[in-house]
């Protein structure tokens, strides 16, 4: 069983590379380094919240596990 501390490192880390990702999307799509970090904030925000949850859901799920 993962630890929640290690779901959240894992989390962070996955919103940080997600977050980057977005802003470049942004970006070229508005042309604006502000329009399209603040819609890659907003993303990473409910990303990161909806990965914990799901992360731990799947952490007390036996199914699959040797």
């Known amino acids: 069983m993962e ?3 290690r779901t959240v490192v894992k989390a962070v880390l996955w919103a940080v590379w997600g977050w ?3 802003a470049a ?3 070229a799509f508005t042309g604006s380094m502000l329009a399209g ?3 890659a904030a907003v993303n ?3 990303g990161l919240l909806c990965y ?3 992360e731990r859901i799947w952490a007390n799920i036996g199914w699959g596990r040797a």
């Open 20 to 22: 980057v990702a977005m």
């Open 44 to 46: 990473t925000c409910v």
């Open 37 to 39: 970090g603040g819609m």
């Open 52 to 54: 914990v949850v799901y």
């Open 3 to 5: 630890t929640r501390r």
């Open 25 to 27: 999307v942004g970006l």
